[in-house]
T-cell receptor, first 120, second 116 residues
Framework: GAVVSQHPSWVICKSGTSVKIECRSLDFQATTMFWYRQFPKQSLMLMATSNEGSKATYEQGVEKDKFLINHASLTLSTLTVTSAHPEDSSFYIC????????????????FGEGSRLTVL | AQKITQTQPGMFVQEKEAVTLDCTYDTSDQSYGLFWYKQPSSGEMIFLIYQGSYDEQNATEGRYSLNFQKARKSANLVISASQLGDSAMYFCAMREGGAAGNKLTFGGGTRVLVKP
């Protein structure tokens, strides 16, 4: 089946630095990818919808200047946490839709493995 | 109002027994989809089962079945013959507005611990 890969799977950085997380669709093209954030013991909260070739659509309350999203190709979306602070520490997970999937609506959406960010 | 509600924060289940995880949803859309995902401690989201709002039959995938009661707006997950490897967080999610969006709203999750 379709595979979505994230990198890095975990990262530790100093406060004030920027961190880039990549989300790749490995065997399909994804015009739309989604970025979620998950705090410990909590649910996934959608941060933004990443659209290939255009600006991302951010959910209410998410700072677009803080969380930069770039979707420059049909297989890659990146999330950059700018000037990271300890409160940005979280698990970030992306998902992508496979328009060419054969499993119908259920099989079209795939998640990456997630990236755990710790800001010291 | 919560769009997806999972009222059970945690559950114990005996190995080989069945367990039902509750999920209720709220939407005014006629076309929507309901998903269940499993999240082990590693963090990955594993797709389990899907139910479309127009599907008349309850979805089944191996040991997973979805008890879809549209009038009550519930989509409970039943795991039969529980295994130790089923211990994980389980999330119910909803996609509104047809297949075009694929933006999911997640419930708060239920942690399942299977006892040997």
């Amino acid at each position: 089946g379709a595979v979505v890969s994230q990198h890095p799977s975990w990262v530790i950085c100093k406060s004030g630095t920027s961190v880039k997380i990549e989300c790749r669709s490995l065997d399909f093209q994804a015009t739309t990818m989604f970025w979620y954030r998950q705090f410990p013991k909590q649910s996934l909260m959608l941060m933004a919808t990443s659209n290939e070739g255009s600006k991302a659509t951010y959910e209410q309350g998410v700072e677009k200047d803080k969380f930069l999203i770039n979707h420059a190709s049909l297989t890659l979306s990146t999330l950059t946490v700018t000037s990271a602070h300890p409160e940005d520490s979280s698990f970030y997970i992306c998902s992508a839709r496979d328009f060419g999937g054969s499993q119908g609506a259920a099989g079209e959406l795939f998640f990456g493995e997630g990236s755990r960010l710790t800001v010291l | 109002a919560q769009k997806i509600t999972q009222t059970q924060p945690g559950m114990f289940v005996q190995e080989k027994e069945a367990v039902t995880l509750d999920c209720t949803y709220d939407t005014s859309d006629q076309s929507y989809g309901l998903f269940w995902y499993k999240q082990p401690s590693s963090g990955e989201m594993i797709f389990l089962i899907y139910q479309g709002s127009y599907d008349e039959q309850n979805a089944t995938e191996g040991r997973y079945s979805l008890n879809f009661q549209k009038a009550r707006k519930s989509a409970n997950l039943v795991i039969s013959a529980s295994q130790l490897g089923d211990s994980a967080m389980y999330f119910c999610a909803m996609r509104e507005g047809g297949a075009a969006g694929n933006k999911l709203t997640f419930g708060g999750g239920t942690r399942v611990l299977v006892k040997p």
